[in-house]
């Protein structure tokens, strides 16, 4: 079973930057997409980010298109999250996720079956 896990969260002014990795461990990761999610507090977990296993298929939030970029590293099992120009309302807990069905990306957190812990993000304003 893959196991994930994140990393790089932290607090940051308000236009400030981070990039969150996560590490795969476990089954072949580069036939699979990659996915971030986040949930802040008293929210629903919402989509942020996912990229297909070819690095080409790349679907963004609308919320964070511009400022996020989604990148991987097959060779480190790796997927990264760029963050830019971030706002206070990106605070929140990041997830990343491995969607092991869908052929392109997904934004439904129900089509991706293994989770990390999560990495804090706080963005002060």
């Known amino acids: 079973q893959v196991q994930l896990v994140e990393s790089g969260g932290g607090l940051v002014q308000a236009g400030g930057s981070l990039r969150l990795s996560c590490a795969a461990s476990g089954r072949t990761f580069s036939r699979y997409t990659m996915g971030w999610f986040r949930q802040a507090p008293g929210k629903e977990r919402e989509f942020v980010a996912a990229?297909?296993?070819?690095?080409?298929?790349?679907v963004y939030a609308d919320s964070v298109k511009g400022r996020f970029t989604i990148s991987r590293d097959n060779a480190k099992k790796t997927v990264y999250l760029q963050m830019s120009s971030l706002k206070p309302e990106d605070t929140a807990v990041y997830y990343c996720?491995?969607?092991?069905?869908?052929?392109?990306?997904?934004?439904?957190?129900?089509?991706?079956?293994?989770w990390g812990q999560g990495t804090q993000v706080t963005v002060s304003s």
């Open positions: 990229i297909g296993w070819n690095n080409f298929n790349i």
């Open positions: 996720a491995i969607d092991e069905e869908s052929y392109y990306p997904q934004t439904r957190a129900t089509s991706f079956g293994s």
